[in-house]
């Protein structure tokens, strides 16, 4: 059974910092990328970062570059989202995202299934 386990939203004043975690089980973890995607009310969800397989690669969204940080944890099937100097147009449902994508041996490129998590709110406010 694929579960997706988001853990870190809550309320933050501006300028302030928050953690997510999402705990990743029933599949080979260091075979997805991991992206964190949040949705507004009323706005499309919209990618926010995302880190390859291996943690080697990461992208972020232009709007939160500088401030947010993803990484993983292929150990304990974690991908995380440190969120820092928060603005109130963070605010948003967060939600964690798998994506099967990953190399073999031979060097075959290997795209597949994905699965999301639950979201979480963060929201930005004094």
């Known amino acids: 059974q694929v579960q997706l386990v988001v853990s870190g939203g809550g309320l933050v004043q501006p300028g302030g910092s928050l953690s997510l975690s999402c705990l990743a089980s029933?599949?080979?973890?260091?075979?997805?990328?991991m992206t964190w995607y949040r949705q507004a009310p009323g706005k499309e969800r919209g990618m926010v970062a995302t880190?390859?397989?291996?943690?080697?690669?990461?992208n972020y969204a232009d709007s939160v570059k500088g401030r947010f940080t993803i990484s993983r944890d292929n150990t304990k099937n974690t991908v995380y989202l440190q969120m820092n100097s928060l603005k109130p147009e963070d605010t948003a449902v967060y939600y964690c995202h798998a994506r099967e994508s990953y190399f073999t041996s031979s060097g075959q490129y290997i795209r597949g299934r994905d699965y999301w998590g639950q979201g979480t709110q963060v929201t930005v406010s004094s």
């Open positions: 880190i390859g397989n291996t943690g080697g690669t990461t």
């Open positions: 029933g599949f080979t973890f260091n075979n997805y990328a």
